[in-house]
């Protein structure tokens, strides 16, 4: 088994900054992908920032040039550096891995809990 546990939300005032973290842990032989992404109330989940191996990132058109992706390979974590919040970056923001969990194996995609994010004007 995979788990994901994130960490670092809360409520935060407009213009602020919040860090997040994304811990996998369990059965894991190698991680290809890490990932951010957000649904807030009565919206579709959107991609915020993806991380690959190769050091490759991608951003969500919303949060380009605000929010930082990064990762530690050795403690398999995913970090979202979130600065500039607004009011419309709250929401509920999840990670996800790519995981191959045995050399034969195929990757599988895993997903945390979620972790509230709540900006306020």
């Known amino acids: 088994q995979v788990q994901l546990v994130e960490s670092g939300g809360g409520l935060v005032q407009a213009g602020g900054s919040l860090r997040l973290s994304c811990a996998a842990s369990?059965?894991?032989?190698?991680?290809?992908?890490m990932g951010w992404y957000r649904q807030a109330p009565g919206k579709q989940r959107e991609l915020v920032a993806l991380?690959?191996?190769?050091?490759?990132?991608n951003y969500g058109d919303s949060v380009k040039g605000r929010f930082t992706i990064s990762r530690d390979n050795a403690e398999n974590t995913v970090y979202l550096q979130m600065s500039t919040l607004k009011p419309e970056d709250s929401a509920v923001y999840s990670c996800?891995?790519?995981?191959?969990?045995?050399?034969?194996?195929?990757?599988?995609?895993?997903w945390g809990q979620g972790t509230q994010v709540t900006v306020s004007s």
């Open positions: 369990g059965s894991i032989f190698s991680i290809k992908s």
């Open positions: 996800n891995a790519q995981v191959r969990q045995a050399s034969w194996r195929p990757m599988t995609l895993h």
């Open positions: 991380l690959a191996s190769d050091g490759l990132a």
